[in-house]
Each structure stands twice: as C-alpha cells, then as structure tokens.
T-cell receptor
C-alpha cells in the first residue's frame, strides 16, 4: 500500500479557499486517491476520489498532477462547519477479493477554520 | 435509520471484564471492518471480514476477537479489557463491486476501561 504524507494541521479563515496537499511518492499504477472527512465524535465520510487530472463534486475538487505522486484537496470558500480532520488514502478499487486489499488511515490533517 | 449502526454508543467497563461491541448494517455490503481511533494516532484497523466465512487480522488485533454472525452483523469483543483499550471504535462497511465510493462508517462507540 502506498504511504501518504500530509500536514498534521492547518488553519484558515471563513470564506477562503483551502488546499490540503498529500504526498504519495510510491503510488502504484492501479491505485486511486480518496479523501475522507471526519468531524469530532463521528466516523469518517467519503468526500472525493480520483485517478488523474481533476475531479470536482459539490463538496470539493481534487487535483492530481501527471506523475500522480501527490494530490491536492481543494475546499472552496470554507465555513466554520468545515473544521474537521481530512484523510488522504491511496489504494486499489475495493472490488477485488484480495486479502491485502485494505485501506490504512493515517493521522490526517486537522483543519481549523477561524471566523 | 443509519446505514451502519453501532451499539452501545458509550460504555464504561472495568479492567478484566469481557465486553462486546456490535455493528449492524443495512447497505447489503459484504465487507465489514473494525477500526480503533486514539487521539493523535488516526484510525487503526483491528479486524476485517470479506464475507461471513472470511475474517482477517488487521494492524492491531491482539486483545480483540470478532464474530461475523451474518452478512449484516459484525461484532468486536474484548476478552479481558485493559485500560489502554480505552478508545473510540468504529465499524465500517464497503461493497466489492466496481463501485468506487469507498467506506461507510458508523457513528462510533466510545469505550472507557477503568
């Protein structure tokens, strides 16, 4: 499984765009990049997933350069309610019955939005 | 109703006691997982199950056991609880089709061992 590195914490202000970068230098050809969000005392929830270039949904955008060794989660115009821990995960699609097919959550990035 | 339900939500138990945390899901997923979360350590995988007859150890399985009673139910047991098992425990599910939407987590069980 590809190891990921992301900042431990970040602060930002309401209304700003926030970019959280994740490094995954040994990403494999079949690996996808997935981001999860976790609010205090809740389980993580899926935000966005991508393989290359750019993916956008109603919550965020995910930018992946051509070499795929890093990715950037972009949250537009954040609000106080975006304060959470954000996890970057890298791994294969979960459709294969592979004993090693499990995703490991790291420590994530603790994002604190200030008023 | 929640897709993944964990019971109890909170539990305080004494050292040496046996305790079971339960998880049930209505998503129809084959795969289920138990994670543990400690402050500053992120989520760590305890056990996972790909179907009723397929159970596997994760990163930190020592001191824990699991039972997959049915596709929808996956229980985690602490045979003899110890204080360093105090943590927030999460159950999660995922399917094994070509979908890419990942994991669905429960709301967690906060366990305190005194």
């Amino acid at each position: 499984l590809a190891k990921t590195t992301q900042p431990i914490s970040m602060d930002s202000y309401e209304g700003q765009e926030v970019n959280i970068t994740c490094s995954h230098n040994n990403i494999a050809t079949n690996d996808y990049i997935t981001w999860y969000q976790q609010f205090p005392s809740q389980g993580p929830r899926f935000i966005i997933q991508g393989y290359k270039t750019k993916v956008t949904n109603e919550v965020a955008s995910l930018f992946i350069p051509a070499d795929r060794k890093s990715s950037t989660l972009s949250l537009p115009r954040v609000s106080l309610s975006d304060t959470a821990v954000y996890y970057c995960l890298v791994g294969e699609l979960i459709y294969r019955r592979n004993r090693d097919d499990k995703i490991i959550f790291g420590k994530g990035t603790r994002l604190h939005i200030l008023p | 109703d929640a897709d993944v339900t964990q019971t109890p939500r909170n539990r305080i138990t004494k050292t040496g006691k046996r305790i079971m945390l339960e998880c049930s899901q209505t998503k129809g997923h084959d795969r289920m997982y138990w994670y543990r979360q400690d402050p500053g350590l992120g989520l760590r995988l305890i056990y996972y199950s790909f179907d009723v007859k397929d159970i596997n150890k994760g990163e930190i399985s020592d001191g824990y056991s699991v039972s997959r009673q049915a596709q929808a139910k996956f229980s985690l047991s602490l045979e003899s609880a110890i204080p360093n098992q105090t943590a927030l425990y999460f159950c999660a599910t995922s399917d094994d089709t070509g979908q890419v939407y990942g994991y669905t987590f429960g709301s967690g069980t906060r366990l305190t061992v005194v």
